[in-house]
């Protein structure tokens, strides 16, 4: 028995002797990704784009500091009415966020059969879309090129973090 608790402690004390968690910096390569939006409500959006930001805040600092440039993002939801310019005002900041990230590079895809849908041309959407023939040709093309597929879940939040932590 006074062996069995002699492993027990051996096994636990390096349990007990770390201070803190261990910080890895893993060495990731330049993002090549083409992120799939689809939502059932165009208010999801805001959180879909937070996804964006987790891809990119951590690659554009050292150690990586790499360029958003290939990233590609396909819209063909209900999201769609946030890059009309008629909406403008309602969506002005997923708007003023798009545009910034379109700025850095990231390339946003309008499926051409979902605008349809909605009644829109090209002279209605904003101009840091552009227009494909088809979100699922999009999605499909992307990968076959190497792309990895990120689909960002949107999920009502039923607790604030304060509650659960």
């Known amino acids: ?19 803190e968690a261990t910080v890895v910096n893993t ?15 165009p208010a999801k959006l805001g959180p879909a784009l937070y996804w964006l930001r987790a891809l990119i805040l951590p690659l554009s600092v050292p150690p990586y500091e790499y360029d958003p440039e290939t990233i590609k993002v396909v819209l063909h939801g209900t999201e769609l009415v946030t890059v ?8 002005r900041e997923v708007v003023e966020r798009m545009r910034y990230y379109a700025e850095l590079g990231i390339e946003f895809k309008v499926c051409a059969l979902a605008m349809e849908d909605y009644g829109y041309t090209a ?3 904003q101009d840091f879309v ?3 023939p088809s979100a ?11 792309y990895a597929l990120l689909t960002p879940q949107v999920l009502e939040k039923r607790f604030d973090i304060e509650r659960i932590r």
């Open 1 to 19: 028995m006074q062996r069995w608790l002699i492993l027990l402690a051996a096994a636990l004390l390096p349990l007990t002797a770390r201070a």
């Open 123 to 125: 002279k209605d959407l």
């Open 27 to 41: 060495p990731y390569a330049a993002p090549r990704v083409v992120v799939d939006i689809f939502l059932d409500d």
């Open 84 to 91: 009309a310019k008629k909406n403008a005002a309602k969506y």
């Open 136 to 146: 699922m040709v999009e999605l499909v093309h992307w990968q076959n090129q190497g």
């Open 130 to 132: 552009q227009i494909v």
